[in-house]
């Protein structure tokens, strides 16, 4: 029941925040992908240092949208008329939404969130018009799938080497759509996957098989157990 009326307030948000004017000068793109991240993937690389517990989940990185060709839609920073964020204007219960599903493993959350809307949202339309769009579509997604769930279902438990086709397969037999499967290495070099990406159409938001398989994996990828880190 909780659930379920998180997602219709989140849907009323949707509706609330897509009757805004729309950008007289969107940048065009093809579809979206909403983006999750294996935390342990990305802070056992030696760059990052986790300072806030994690758990067995996968977390949202970011609301990409795509081009199909090359080179991706990459940065709306570099365009001039993209959009500031502004976090005064998300509602109590989005963002508490957000900290649990979106959470900034790093430093401050409000950070990192913006960063994403500015880089990947500000320019486009209908994100360009009201950034609550941007952060309520990805939190749609986030709360109705629970992508370790998934995968544990299919016999893919942390702490075992899976491969890339079993990652995928797992997710689409459960979604019906094939995914994005993104690998990096950890600070002894193995390869790992560190993020996955679910597109969707950019007119009605209905799920749609990724054009990428796969991005800088090789078989077998390993999927690291989480630590438990305490706040500093």
């Not at 998180?6 to 009323?12: I, N």
């Not at 502004?86 to 900034?104: G, H, K, M």
């Amino acid at each position: 029941m909780k659930m379920n009326l998180l997602l219709l307030f989140l849907a009323a948000m949707v509706v609330r925040a897509t009757s805004q004017p729309p950008n007289p000068f969107p940048l065009p793109y093809d579809y979206y992908s909403v983006v999750f991240q294996w935390a342990k993937s990305v802070y056992n690389t030696g760059v990052n240092q986790c300072i806030k517990p994690t758990f067995p989940a996968f977390t949202l990185h970011g609301l990409w949208p795509q081009w199909y060709r090359f080179p991706p839609l990459d940065d709306c920073r570099q365009n001039p008329r993209s959009a500031n964020f502004e976090n005064a204007s998300i509602p109590d219960p989005v963002r508490n939404n957000l900290i649990q599903y979106w959470p900034n493993m790093y430093g401050p959350n409000e950070a990192f969130w913006g960063h994403e809307y500015e880089k990947h949202g500000s320019c486009v339309d209908p994100f360009y018009s009201n950034q609550l769009t941007y952060f309520v579509t990805a939190l749609r997604v986030a709360t109705s799938t629970d992508l370790y769930s998934i995968l544990a279902a299919a016999g893919i438990l942390c702490g075992n080497p899976t491969t890339v086709g079993a990652v995928r397969t797992a997710i689409h037999a459960s979604t019906g759509f094939w995914p994005t499967v993104q690998c990096n290495r950890s600070i002894t070099r193995t390869l790992q996957l560190l993020q996955i990406y679910l597109c969707f159409n950019k007119i009605t938001n209905v799920p749609m098989d990724c054009p990428i398989v796969q991005k800088g994996c090789i078989d077998p990828i390993d999927y690291p157990r989480p630590i438990i880190w305490q706040y500093l």
